[in-house]
Nanobody
Framework: QVRLVESGGGLVQPGGSLRLSCAAS????????MGWHRQVPGFQREWVAH???????NYAESVKGRFTISTGDAKGTVYLQMSNLQPEDTAVYYC????????WGQGTQVTVSP
């Protein structure tokens, strides 16, 4: 079982930046990848980015060039650096870990508004 806790969400103006953090705990030995999704109320959860245990990354087209996913020094830590945020990036952001079944954090709200 893997427990995930996200942090770093908040309110930011268009063009601003935020860094989200995800800390995983528990049995991390089988985690093959971690990543982020986001969800707007009334819409499906949307994949944003992921990073494999080998360090390979992939991004949704809507965030490519603006968001960067990375791992921290502590095992099971993943960051999402978000730049040039736009109102359409407003959502609850969820961290996930595949170990091997996908597990989710509780989410952190990101609001982009003037």
């Amino acid at each position: 079982q893997v427990r995930l806790v996200e942090s770093g969400g908040g309110l930011v103006q268009p063009g601003g930046s935020l860094r989200l953090s995800c800390a995983a705990s528990g049995n991390l030995s089988r985690v093959s990848s971690m990543g982020w999704h986001r969800q707007v109320p009334g819409f499906q959860r949307e994949w944003v980015a992921h990073i494999t245990s080998g360090g390979s990354t992939n991004y949704a087209e809507s965030v490519k060039g603006r968001f960067t996913i990375s791992t921290g020094d502590a095992k099971g830590t993943v960051y999402l650096q978000m730049s040039n945020l736009q109102p359409e990036d407003t959502a609850v952001y969820y961290c996930h870990a595949d170990s091997p079944f996908r597990q989710w954090g509780q989410g952190t709200q990101v609001t982009v508004s003037p």
